[in-house]
Structure formats: structure tokens, C-alpha cells
């Protein structure tokens, strides 16, 4: 595993740094869901980590691995999401400044959030140019450390802990379905899981609007996501330098979902096991019920959720009185 931006051993360690701050989430079942997949899913439940997402694992690796030194200089990122929530709430654990830099269109529940975590938020035109540009004067004027949404080896390593956690919790799993956007959280449940499960399916899940991990896998190379709109705002992100080689080397395979799939998903994990996720949460739910229902390649499969930080605004549309 040592050609991959992390190891076990890296993971394990971070599984240490990052204890003291994160929650165990829990495994959760329902019945209806094992029958319309035809297999028993075990859910991995993040919606119910700090700050709502796993994004908090690989943002608290990320500071706590910092020296003392880095760390009175700040970190800094660009986010629009959930990674933005996460490190200024990881930074001011440990007490230090956090830079984020958002577009301006985004979400304004999105920048309080990360106000309230104590995050000094930058604002940046809305294109990836002007997030990246942005982020480099910010650290360039405090000294703060950058800290990439995904492709980080700390970030990787920290999101690789989801997996640690899993097979301990259920220790008969021989698949994992896992949402992809920028694929730090696949790459470092895969490189954990490989090194523990050699023979686990892997699987990654993307809609299909934004299906570039599937077709980088089916190319050999990795393909730029398109940036055509989907619900699961959190995937709309492609592959990244250090994650691209993990998905092609070590993932089983990468599925897509429709649109309407990742909706019925949505709401049906609402209506039936009465918690709320996020639409990037819900598109592994979507191919349990679909593509993946007929697999013949395995039996007892965890599913992550990866998040639960829906706009209230789609609440309303998906769950109103008149939907």
C-alpha cells in the first residue's frame, strides 16, 4: 500500500490523533430496506458525526497532525460544504485560526455554519480558478496551512478511520458501498479495508449526471467531471492527484444513479428509518436498491451515509405537504 497517498498504518494512527474528538457512529438496519435489496445492509450513519458529515475525521487528522508551529499560523481551505464545517470546527478545538474561502453563491445557512464553528469566511467568485487563486493569497498573507477538501494525505488517512470502524462493527461485511465525489473518503475506506479484507467488494456510487469516476474507471484514465447539476452537490467534484490511483487500482467498481433514484432514496430512508440525510448520502442507498440489487458478487454489504446537511429549502420540496 505504500505507493497510495496513505497507509493502515497511517490510518491507524489517525484512528489515535483523532479519537478524542469524533464520534463512533452507529450501525443502523431496517427490515424493508434488506428486502427491497435483496441482501442485509448494514448503515454507516455520519450524518451523525461532528459537524453532520464525515468530512470531520479527515479535517481533524489534518490539524491535529499539524506541528506546533503550523498550527498558531492557521489553516486555510476552499469549501463551499461540508469540508469548510468541518475544519473551522476542528480548528477551533484546537484553538486556532481557520481560513475558508466560499463563493459567493453559496448557501447562506452554508457560511454560518461555518461562522459559527468560528471560521473566517473569504469570499471568491463562484469558479474553481477563483477558489483556488483566492485560497493561495489567504495563505500566502497568514502562513496558514492548507488543508485540500480531499486530496490530502492526512485527510485520507483520517477518512480511512469510517472503515476501521465498520469492519469492527460488523465483522462479516464483504462489501462496502461508498459515495464518490473527490474520492478521499473511498480512497481511504479502500486502502483500510484492502489491508484488513483483501477479498472485500469495494464499490463506489455517483449520479449519473456527474458520472466521472465510473467512466475514468471504464477509460483507464481519469475524466474530468463535467459540472452538469445534480441534487448531490457534494460529488459534483472529480478525481484529485491522489485519489485517482486508488479508485483505479484498488476499487471494484463504480456505478452510477439517476436523479430520480437518489430522491426515492432520499425520502424512503426518511419515511422508514426516520432519520434525514444528505441527497450525496442517499445515492448509495439508490444503488442497493437498483443496479447493485442483483449483484451475485456479495451478500452482507455496509452502506455509508456519508452526511446529513440537506438545504432546508429541499426538505421542503421533498418532504412537503404538497410532494
Known sequence: ?????????????????????IHTTPIMRCSHFDKLANRPLHFKCE???RT???????????????????AARGVATHSSGNHAQALACAARLRGIPAHVVMPTDSAQSKRSAVESYGGRVIDCEPNLASRATT??????????????????????AGQGT?????????????????????????????????????????????????????????????????????????LRTSLGDLTWPVVRDLVDSVVTVSEDEIKRALRLVYERMKIVIEPSAAVGVAAALGSLRNRSDFHRAGVVLCGGNIDPQLLVELFGANS
Open 52 to 70: 453532520g458529515s464525515f468530512k470531520f475525521r479527515g479535517a481533524s487528522n489534518a490539524v491535529w497532525a499539524l506541528t506546533d508551529a503550523q
Open 47 to 49: 450524518m451523525f458525526q
Open 162 to 234: 469510517i472503515a476501521l470502524e465498520l469492519l469492527a462493527q460488523v465483522t462479516d461485511l464483504d462489501a462496502i458501498i461508498v459515495p464518490v465525489g473527490g474520492g478521499g473518503m473511498i480512497s481511504g475506506i479502500t486502502i483500510a479495508a484492502r489491508a484488513l479484507r483483501p477479498d472485500i467488494r469495494i464499490i463506489g456510487v455517483e449520479p449519473t449526471s456527474v458520472g466521472d469516476a465510473a467512466e475514468s474507471k471504464r477509460m483507464g484514465a481519469r475524466q474530468a467531471a463535467t459540472g452538469a447539476v445534480t441534487i448531490a452537490d457534494g
Open 135 to 156: 485560497a493561495a493569497r489567504v495563505c500566502q498573507e497568514t502562513g496558514a496551512t492548507f488543508i485540500a477538501p480531499y486530496d490530502h494525505p492526512d485527510v485520507i
Open 1 to 21: 500500500m505504500a505507493q497510495f497517498a496513505a497507509t493502515l498504518s497511517d490510518i491507524r494512527s489517525a484512528a489515535a490523533r483523532i479519537a478524542p474528538y
